[in-house]
């Protein structure tokens, strides 16, 4: 059995090239749920959402979330009541786009939630509807959440800074409220300790595997089986493929560099894989303590995933 520890696009990714080299079904996916919210009265998970759609063959691989050929009528719709919302309401916020075919993911969610189901059986209910065969598992049950402290002072919501603000603010700091009493899933826990190979997978390493390691006992779990620990790292050349990351780490005082994930990573896995570009900087990889393993990580097409794919594994062993 393989662990894979996930954010959303870059995960799902690997995910999808990891399929190509193993049977899925002998896949476990622990998603990180720091930056769920709540908008118009639903529950919404995007990490877990881009996963499930990436694997059910539905994601719109151009933006690289949502679902392919979904219509914005309900989005649409919502501009009308904007008009009209008195000042320091909430209501009818448009922006944060939810498709009205995706609409119906956050429903069922919602009204799972809302009759006592935890979040991890409705996640598997969710993959089961989408035909994914990889176990989907949130991180925790419990609500965790991520907050952004701008370099100004004021706090905000993951999903404000990522998508009202557009990434585009200075951070400050990370925090992640409710961590401290959320308990790591327990078959998240048990994929850990048990699977065969843990993949700590191309995603943000502050706000996508951050979240998750934010958990009690998880770098514990970690590094006790560190030496079947691999990291693949989403900087390459110095650049994160997508989202903020590179300019996050810098900002917190982290060098943006593969050498700044190895740093990040070091005392929960022996091996990193870092792109040919960065060739130059395996030396200094290995000085962290972590032994680089050289192969071309940017998923520019099946066969590069699923090379990457066996890589991976192969640095486990």
């Given at each position: 059995?393989?662990?894979?520890?996930?954010?959303?696009?870059?995960?799902?990714?690997?995910?999808?090239?990891?399929?190509?080299?193993?049977?899925?079904?002998?896949?476990?996916?622990?998603?990180?749920?720091?930056?769920?919210?709540?908008?118009?009265?639903?529950?919404?998970?995007?990490?877990?959402?881009?996963?499930?759609?990436?694997?059910?063959?539905?994601?719109?691989?151009?933006?690289?979330?949502?679902?392919?050929?979904?219509?914005?009528?309900?989005?649409?719709?919502?501009?009308?009541?904007?008009?009209?919302?008195?000042?320091?309401?909430?209501?009818?916020?448009?922006?944060?786009?939810?498709?009205?075919?995706?609409?119906?993911?956050?429903?069922?969610?919602?009204?799972?939630?809302?009759?006592?189901?935890?979040?991890?059986?409705?996640?598997?209910?969710?993959?089961?509807?989408?035909?994914?065969?990889?176990?989907?598992?949130?991180?925790?049950?419990?609500?965790?959440?991520?907050?952004?402290?701008?370099?100004?002072?004021?706090?905000?919501?993951?999903?404000?800074?990522f998508v009202k603000l557009r990434h585009d603010v200075p951070v400050r700091s990370i925090t992640f409220a409710g961590a401290a009493d959320a308990a790591l899933h327990p078959d998240a826990a048990r994929a850990i300790a048990d699977a065969d190979t843990v993949v700590i997978a191309p995603s943000n390493p502050i706000v996508s595997i951050g979240p998750i390691?934010?958990?009690?006992?998880?770098?514990?779990?970690?590094?006790?089986?560190?030496?079947?620990?691999?990291?693949?790292?989403?900087?390459?050349?110095?650049?994160?493929?997508?989202?903020?990351?590179?300019?996050?780490?810098?900002?917190?005082?982290?060098?943006?560099?593969?050498?700044?994930?190895?740093?990040?990573?070091?005392?929960?896995?022996?091996?990193?894989?870092?792109?040919?570009?960065?060739?130059?900087?395996?030396?200094?990889?290995?000085?962290?303590?972590?032994?680089?393993?050289?192969?071309?990580?940017?998923?520019?097409?099946?066969?590069?995933?699923?090379?990457?794919?066996?890589?991976?594994?192969?640095?486990?062993?």
């Amino acid at each position: 059995m393989i662990c894979v520890i996930c954010g959303g696009v870059g995960a799902a990714r690997f995910l999808l090239a990891l399929r190509q080299v193993v049977d899925p079904s002998e896949v476990v996916a622990v998603v990180n749920t720091g930056d769920d919210t709540v908008l118009h009265g639903l529950a919404i998970s995007p990490d877990i959402d881009t996963v499930t759609y990436t694997l059910g063959g539905a994601i719109d691989a151009e933006r690289g979330w949502g679902l392919s050929g979904e219509t914005w009528t309900a989005m649409a719709g919502l501009e009308r009541y904007a008009r009209v919302r008195p000042p320091g309401s909430a209501a009818a916020p448009t922006w944060f786009n939810l498709g009205d075919r995706d609409l119906a993911t956050h429903f069922y969610r919602t009204s799972r939630l809302g009759e006592g189901a935890g979040l991890g059986q409705v996640t598997n209910e969710i993959a089961s509807a989408w035909n994914v065969p990889e176990r989907l598992i949130p991180m925790s049950d419990s609500r965790v959440a991520t907050m952004v402290e701008l370099e100004g002072g004021s706090t905000v919501s993951f999903q404000e800074y990522f998508v009202k603000l557009r990434h585009d603010v200075p951070v400050r700091s990370i925090t992640f409220a409710g961590a401290a009493d959320a308990a790591l899933h327990p078959d998240a826990a048990r994929a850990i300790a048990d699977a065969d190979t843990v993949v700590i997978a191309p995603s943000n390493p502050i706000v996508s595997i951050g979240p998750i390691r934010a958990l009690a006992g998880v770098d514990a779990l970690l590094a006790a089986r560190r030496s079947s620990v691999v990291a693949v790292s989403p900087i390459v050349g110095g650049a994160a493929l997508k989202g903020p990351a590179a300019r996050m780490l810098t900002e917190l005082g982290h060098e943006s560099s593969v050498v700044g994930v190895a740093l990040l990573y070091r005392d929960i896995a022996a091996s990193l894989v870092i792109d040919p570009v960065d060739s130059t900087l395996a030396d200094s990889v290995r000085a962290t303590g972590m032994r680089p393993i050289v192969v071309p990580s940017v998923m520019v097409s099946p066969e590069v995933g699923a090379a990457l794919a066996r890589a991976v594994l192969a640095a486990s062993a």
